[in-house]
């Protein structure tokens, strides 16, 4: 016997941020280390994301529950699991692929495999006694831990909020910053200063998924006037210490047609008529980094959008779903420059990281993300900093899903790590 074998995997149904539940998993090895890690739920989804399996039962938590799910992970997966060796992240990641049987792990349930994945990964790093990301460098091929630039989330429309704006996401970027904390310190400011001008004009301080505002305007200049607005009454530059990130989210705005359908405005956009609304917004405010300008399997317009927009940064989210392949096809082509990751649109911590190498390989940029519906569970934090992602997002500086992870991120910086800071499209 090892000390590092596997010896029991369990599953059970716990709640994320949003009360709907997900599965947890408790990996227990050989010699004693034993760890627990969840999988979070996005709302904005792509097509090519891992399957997330729900029971389906109206009766237990309006068909959202996970209890097959996490039977699959105390049963078949647990069965083929114990006697592994959980240091081999690729054999376990690789024999639940095989386990599964289907390409995007319906059968078994991408949040079951994924649970399992990080979980063997959190309990490989206590047997062996090294803080988890630097673990996580290791299995990156070696990578230098870096601290994250964070991206924060300020507003929030779309399937965020009910749908109060046609822009799922306005996000601050402490550019300027010098350090993560001070980059934190910055967002922070500026999440407290656009609920001061909120409140001051009478606009509802909700808090929505992610913990950011919703103020509900109908234009998307009004909250792009707003995050500028909030720059400067935190006392920041615009454009020189702070800028600013969107996820327009775009598959959630097209509709049947095929157009980009601004319903809170009234407008509906071919895919040329939103690649100059976005150059439009570009060129007047301090935008630095644009996520999901296009839908998915818009494949014909990415390349025009990095075309004319390409100096700044330009994420895929949807359009990669954190599959490989899909960023392959994305550098080949030209669709965009940066790769948003997310361990549960891949599904297994070996494809998330083989998702990574592939981005950076291909000379684009990379963010870690959350997902809207979250955790405690702050593996992401580790994740970003051991892949040396340099970019990370995590949603507003609220909520404790959110801030289990930024308070993580502060934890590692004890360490002294270098901080990735901010080198495009300043
Ligand atoms: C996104 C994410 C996080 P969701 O679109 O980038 O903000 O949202 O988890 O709902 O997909
Ligand atoms: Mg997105």
């Not at 989804?45 to 029971?55: K, N, P």
């Not at 429309?157 to 910055?186: E, K, N, T």
């Not at 598959?251 to 439009?280: C, K, P």
Request: aromatic share 4%; proline share 4%; with cysteine.
């Amino acid at each position: 016997m090892i000390a590092t074998q596997i010896h029991g995997v369990r599953g059970r149904q716990i709640l994320d941020s949003r009360g709907r539940p997900t599965v947890e998993a408790e990996v227990v090895l050989a010699g004693g280390a034993r760890a627990t890690a969840s999988a979070p739920a996005g709302a904005s989804r792509g097509a090519a994301e891992a399957f997330e399996l729900r029971d389906g039962d109206p009766a237990h938590f309006e068909g959202r529950g996970v209890i097959t799910a996490a039977a699959h992970v105390s049963g078949e997966i647990s069965a083929a699991l114990v006697g592994r060796d959980g240091l081999d992240q690729a054999g376990v990641d690789g024999l639940m692929r095989k386990l599964d049987g289907t390409p995007q792990l319906s059968r078994l349930g991408g949040n079951a495999v994924l649970a399992v994945s990080i979980a063997v990964a959190r309990a490989g790093a206590a047997a062996i006694g090294v803080p988890l990301y630097r673990r996580l460098s290791e299995l990156a091929g070696g990578s230098e831990p870096t601290m994250p630039m964070p991206m924060v989330n300020i507003l929030s429309g779309g399937l965020h909020a009910a749908r109060g704006m046609d822009v799922q996401d306005f996000l601050v970027i402490p550019v300027g910053a010098a350090s993560y904390s001070q980059a934190l310190d910055w967002a922070c400011r500026v999440r407290s200063a656009a609920a001061l001008l909120c409140d001051r004009t009478g606009i509802s301080t909700l808090l929505a998924d992610e913990g950011g505002l919703s103020p509900g305007f109908t234009q998307s200049s009004d909250a792009l006037d707003l995050m500028v607005r909030a720059f400067e009454h935190a006392g920041l530059k615009p454009g020189v210490d702070v800028a600013i990130a969107l996820d327009i989210a775009a598959n959630s705005l097209v509709d049947a047609s095929g157009r980009y359908r601004f319903q809170r405005a009234g407008e509906r956009l071919t895919s040329e008529e939103m690649i100059e609304r976005l150059e439009a917004w570009t060129g007047r405010y301090p935008i630095v980094s644009i996520e999901d300008g296009l839908h998915e399997e818009d494949w014909a317009h990415w390349p025009t959008l990095t075309r004319r927009l390409g100096h700044i940064q330009l994420i895929g989210d949807d359009l990669f779903a954190t599959q490989p392949a899909r960023i392959a096809r994305g550098v080949e082509i030209g669709a965009g420059n940066c790769a948003l990751i997310k361990i549960n649109q891949n599904g297994t911590l070996t494809g998330t990281l083989e998702a990574l190498s592939t981005a950076r390989a291909g000379g684009f940029a990379t963010v870690v993300s959350a997902r809207s519906g979250e955790t405690e569970d702050t593996f992401i934090a580790d994740l970003a900093v051991g892949s040396a992602a340099a970019q990370i997002k995590i949603g507003s500086v609220r909520n404790t899903e959110r801030l289990a992870k930024y308070n993580q991120l502060s934890r590692i910086e004890e360490d002294g790590l270098p901080f990735a800071g901010w080198t495009r499209g300043r």
